[in-house]
């Protein structure tokens, strides 16, 4: 056999034996995704949300994002029903797709608004009334921001998608003991909090501070979060937390807009996520009402305020940052 013979054989075996080990990885990767990802689902077999039965709460009608500007309602809702349903904490997540950038805006419960045809109550009844749909018209309403899509948390899976995201966990400056309605005792100083700890920290609102105490832990939490969720082990993780968030998440994103939004985290993983609490402080009285103690805000000052954050207006976030710290 001639020299050239020989070494296109080899050559020839050698792309066989490259063929056969690339096809080898290709399946070992799709084992191991699905089975993280069967692994997921399982943690999230006693979520509440059936998403086969679906009627007119779950209907939302978001018009389409602008700009490249999306804005997606945060719900968390509380699994242990004390509350008639009502969302325990409520949150838009702004994204800017050019700029790479996310904010969050909080806004308290208590916020005295008025509901579409269901007249002036707390903004958390809105989600018990008509669901996550009439909750987008009231901010639309009060507000007049457009929310483009929707993600429902059920709370029974905060704990399991954070010790997935975190598995060494989340370390936090508790201020003083936190034990009131919770289920547990958190002593106070730096601590490393995991899934159902870490939910209660979040929880908490017997304090000085009431809900406002409990929406900047929240913000903390989630930005804490989002700096783990973009290191290698996540990357890693990420088969077996779309399958929990499957069961724990209900939402309307597309998954096109989802891995554009968490690309864009990733490109740009160092930066921070902006935070605005809604009502700002100085903006609001707390009087009793009808509907119990409510916050009664100065809209005009508040939507100036969201505008502004926007509008990437860092010196009111930063300064809204420094107050709730103080």
Known sequence: MRRTDKKKKRGRKAIKIALALLLICIGLGVYYWVDQYKQGQSLAEDSSF????????????????????????????????????RSDSLMIAHYNQDKKEAKLISIMRDTYVDIPNHGKQKINAAFSIGGPELVRQTIKENF????????????????????????????????????HGIGMTLQPGVQTLHGDQLLGYVRFRYDYKNDFGRVERQQEVLTKLKEEAVSLHSLMSLPKLLGAADGYIDTNLDKMTMLSIAKGILDNKSQKIATLRIPIDNSYDDPDTNVGRVL???????????????DDSTDLADKNDKENVE
Not at 63 to 78: F, K, W
Not at 147 to 168: C, L, R, S
């Open 296 to 310: 009664d805000i100065d809209f005009e000052t508040n939507i100036k305020a969201i505008e502004q954050f926007l």
């Open 144 to 179: 007049g921001l457009d929310v483009h899509y929707y993600a429902m948390v059920d709370f029974k899976g905060f704990p399991k998608i954070v010790d997935i995201i975190a598995p060494n966990g989340i370390e936090v400056d508790i201020p003083y003991p936190m034990s």
């Open 50 to 85: 059936n998403k086969k039965d679906k009627d007119e709460n779950d209907i939302f009608d978001g018009p389409e994002p602008q700009y490249g500007e999306i804005n997606v309602l945060l719900l968390g809702t509380d699994a242990r029903k004390d509350e008639d349903g």
